[in-house]
């Protein structure tokens, strides 16, 4: 059945009208066809067809097929090779995630202590009430509906469909790297970690004294911001190292060290190897990378 009413779609200010990525967009990629996911929210990605690898942060070459779900947190930047041709709906979480009135996120967070943090991304299987939700999706998202009130109905509506049909236990290995217990703390974090440069900067932004800050930073991630800061600096310099050809001078200026030497011994205290021994052991993983294409 075709959409009723095009033009009232259309005109409608809810409508997107190429004013920014929606929140559910559908896309699809040759084999080959490198590209990079690099989002300020987070991402969760179904793959309707084919099979790829991605490599993000510590995880090089991770393998991800038609039928599973990935979650990819906000700011990362992520680089993706299709095996072959692929399909994916990504849906983009720009608001706080609750699965329902009654069960935000945070309540997965009580069990985070008792539970062995994940050596990979866990990747949920689509089952049956997922896939009868992606197959009506799909079918929208054809017609060309991209109201965004329309859009995020259907976030809410998977949103629940995880809470009702998939073990508690799974949500918190899917849902594990965003865990902590103030996500809306952690969501404004998040948002501005990449605007600045300096722990006070940050204080700043999310409306703290530099000493309140501290405290709730440790409250809420379990460790000082200070460590966590340089820890996310460091995911990204891995990234780079790994999935870009970008020299070690390079990256030493865009990240802002003092000198090349500086920029080798952060690489050394944080990773145990130099930035040379870390790209030649990873060589064999990910190989012949061509300029990284944008998705949009």
Same mark, same amino acid.
């Given at each position: 059945?075709?959409?009723?009413?095009?033009?009232e779609?259309?005109n409608?200010?809810?409508?997107?009208?190429?004013?920014?990525? &929606?929140?559910?967009d559908?896309?699809? #990629?040759?084999?080959?066809?490198v $590209?990079?996911?690099?989002?300020?929210?987070?991402?969760?990605? $179904?793959?309707?067809?084919?099979?790829l690898?991605?490599?993000?942060?510590?995880?090089?070459?991770?393998s991800? #097929?038609?039928?599973?779900?990935?979650?990819?947190?906000?700011?990362?930047?992520?680089?993706?090779? &299709?095996?072959?041709?692929?399909?994916?709906?990504?849906?983009?979480v720009?608001?706080?995630?609750? $699965?329902?009135n009654?069960?935000?996120?945070? %309540?997965?967070?009580?069990n985070?202590k008792?539970?062995?943090?994940?050596?990979?991304?866990?990747?949920?299987?689509?089952?049956?009430?997922?896939?009868?939700?992606? #197959?009506?999706?799909?079918?929208?998202?054809?017609d060309?509906?991209?109201?965004?009130?329309?859009?995020?109905?259907?976030?809410?509506?998977?949103?629940?469909?995880?809470? !009702?049909?998939? &073990?508690?236990?799974?949500?918190?290995?899917f849902?594990? &790297?965003?865990?902590?217990?103030?996500?809306?703390?952690?969501?404004?974090?998040?948002?501005?970690?990449?605007?600045?440069?300096?722990?006070e900067?940050?204080a700043v932004?999310?409306?703290?004294s530099l000493?309140?800050?501290?405290?709730?930073? %440790?409250?809420?991630?379990?460790m000082p !911001?200070?460590?966590?800061?340089?820890?996310?600096?460091a995911?990204?310099?891995?990234?780079?190292?790994?999935?870009?050809?970008?020299?070690?001078?390079?990256?030493?200026?865009?990240?802002?060290?003092?000198?090349? !030497?500086?920029?080798?011994? $952060?690489?050394? #205290? !944080?990773?145990?190897?130099?930035?040379?021994?870390?790209?030649?052991?990873?060589?064999?993983?990910i190989?012949?990378i061509?300029?990284?294409?944008?998705?949009?």
């Open positions: 059945m075709d959409l009723l009413y095009p033009a779609h259309v409608c200010y809810m409508y997107n009208n190429n004013g920014g990525l &929606p929140i559910i559908y896309v699809k #990629k040759t084999k080959g066809d $590209f990079e996911l690099n989002e300020p929210h987070l991402e969760i990605v $179904f793959l309707m067809e084919g099979k690898t991605f490599s993000y942060g510590k995880y090089l070459h991770q991800f #097929k038609k039928g599973e779900i990935l979650l990819l947190p906000p700011k990362t930047r992520c680089i993706v090779k &299709p095996e072959e041709n692929v399909s994916a709906i990504i849906l983009r720009r608001n706080k995630i609750n $699965f329902c009654h069960f935000p996120l945070e %309540m997965l967070y009580e985070k008792k539970y062995t943090v994940p050596t990979v991304p866990h990747l949920l299987k689509v089952n049956t009430q997922v896939a009868s939700y992606l #197959k009506l999706l799909m079918v929208s998202l054809n060309g509906l991209k109201c965004l009130y329309f859009q995020e109905i259907k976030q809410h509506e998977l949103l629940f469909y995880l809470r !009702a049909y998939y &073990p508690k236990e799974e949500l918190l290995a849902f594990y &790297p965003i865990l902590n217990g103030d996500v809306s703390f952690s969501e404004v974090v998040y948002k501005h970690v990449d605007k600045v440069k300096r722990l900067e940050l932004v999310t409306n703290y000493s309140g800050f501290k405290k709730r930073f %440790m409250k809420v991630f379990g !911001a200070y460590q966590w800061m340089s820890q996310e600096k995911k990204k310099i891995y990234h780079d190292i790994n999935c870009t050809k970008k020299t070690f001078k390079e990256l030493s200026i865009e990240y802002e060290f003092s000198s090349s !030497a500086h920029f080798n011994s $952060f690489c050394k #205290k !944080a990773f145990g190897v130099s930035p040379s021994k870390i790209r030649n052991l990873n060589q064999g993983r190989t012949d061509p300029p990284v294409k944008e998705r949009r």
